[in-house]
């Protein structure tokens, strides 16, 4: 998989455009960077190649970034990103529109995908399991989170050597019986977990990279609360 990503920046990743021919839908130009639809590589492009090869979606490039960012190439995402948000920063195009084949066209809401990845962040509804991973500045983190009845922000950070886990409610609800995070801090104390300002009891499972926090019954954070685990 990361050798076919590699490829695909190689080929089809422009940093400007000046030399790119795209005669059908312009979506980028000039001294702009855009990751193509298709390039032909080393190969010889048909006479008549598929409709729409030299364009530049945003839809297409968001999911392709997402997935460079879930394979440990997180640079090359973020360059994917950078370039497509460049090109609608409010000064050359709308940022609220990003058009493909109509205008606020629904691919491009592929965007949500670098986030998710980035921040590591997953819930499971049936098994009332929060997994928060960042994959980039795990030490010092700190990201909006969303699931089906709530949403909030959670953070990261160490600190003498231990790990300040925070997920904060801003609106609606979290029910949890476990949590997952990264395994930081070279400190090996207790671990302390506090819910809406109470203590809850829970055991800690630890492995090389990774410390599962299961807690004894089912918590359900509210808006306005927060939880902390401290390992």
Known sequence: MRKALAS???YNYKPNLRRHESVQRTYALNDEAALLICDYGRGKRPKIPFPYFSEAWTGLEYAAAALMIYQGMHAEGLTVVESARRRHDGERRNPWNE???GHHYARAM???GPLLALSGFLYDHPGKHVQAKPRIHAETFQSFWSAGAGWGVFSN???DNRL???LSVSAGN???R???LHKLGTAAGETSVIAAKKKIPHQAKRSDKEI???FNQEVRIEEGDRLTIII
């Open 164 to 166: 300040h886990f925070t």
């Open 157 to 159: 950070a160490v600190r």
């Open 174 to 176: 979290l029910v949890c």
């Open 178 to 180: 476990t949590v997952t």
């Open 110 to 112: 592929s965007a949500w």
């Open 212 to 214: 599962v926090i299961a």
């Open 99 to 101: 058009p493909e084949c």
């Open 8 to 10: 695909i920046m190689k």
